[in-house]
T-cell receptor, first 113, second 114 residues
Framework: RKEVEQDPGPFNVPEGATVAFNCTYS??????FFWYRQDCRKEPKLLMS???SGNEDGRFTAQLNRASQYISLLIRDSKLSDSATYLC??????????????FGKGTHLIIQP | DTGVSQDPRHKITKRGQNVTFRCDPI?????LYWYRQTLGQGPEFLTY????????KSRLLSDRFSAERPKGSFSTLEIQRTEQGDSAMYLC????????????FGSGTRLTVV
């Protein structure tokens, strides 16, 4: 299995819909997981951190499944402004990622009016 | 400005030239990371510093690459004898320690080698 794997998409979703995508990881010792949002030709920006089973922030929910080694990101009531690439990041080694993060290639999301 | 600053934003250089990039992290962050990103890929880890100590280097960081953080504050990334394959976005990020809060990235330096 690749270290961090994401479906590159694109996911074309109508405005207002709910969309979810997954990220699988190989490092079973990882303790923290991160979702970043990256707009075209911009830097990644931290969207959510996941330390236990999951995290919720407004319309965004991140879930962690340790047994199957994947994390998911759910976006409810999607907005046009949610169009971006969503990057999953996992610590290179054990723990929280202080020694470096491994990023997936990202999932490209397009919200259509 | 309390974010991570990178300079320059863009750099076009001829193959074989040397280039140097600078990163100023968030002042209270003791960890600083360099990543490289090419089109359609996620950021790839290059190296990181805890204070002034360089603790990890990726195999991607060939002998032509060197990074420093002399006083534990700003960092520089130098690429010697640039090649066309070095064309990429070079991203710097900083973290306050532990890494449990994710990284804050700078806007990056886009390098084009012609």
């Amino acid at each position: 299995r690749k270290e961090v794997e994401q479906d590159p998409g694109p996911f074309n979703v109508p405005e207002g819909a709910t969309v979810a995508f997954n990220c699988t990881y190989s490092n079973s010792a990882s303790q923290s997981f991160f979702w970043y949002r990256q707009d075209c030709r911009k830097e990644p920006k931290l969207l959510m951190s996941v330390y236990s089973s999951g995290n919720e922030d407004g319309r965004f929910t991140a879930q962690l499944n340790r047994a199957s080694q994947y994390i998911s990101l759910l976006i409810r009531d999607s907005k046009l402004s949610d169009s971006a690439t969503y990057l999953c990041a996992v610590p290179m080694y054990s723990g929280g990622g202080a020694d470096g993060l491994t990023f997936g290639k990202g999932t490209h999301l397009i919200i259509q009016p | 400005d309390t974010g991570v600053s990178q300079d320059p934003r863009h750099k076009i250089t001829k193959r074989g030239q040397n280039v140097t990039f600078r990163c100023d992290p968030i002042s209270e962050h003791n960890r600083l990371y360099w990543y490289r990103q090419t089109l359609g890929q996620g950021p790839e880890f290059l190296t990181y510093f805890q204070n002034e100590a360089q603790l990890e280097k990726s195999r991607l960081l060939s002998d032509r690459f060197s990074a420093e953080r002399p006083k534990g504050s700003f960092s520089t990334l130098e690429i010697q004898r640039t090649e066309q394959g070095d064309s990429a976005m070079y991203l710097c990020a900083s973290s306050g320690g532990g890494g449990n809060y994710g990284y804050t990235f700078g806007s990056g330096t886009r390098l084009t080698v012609v």
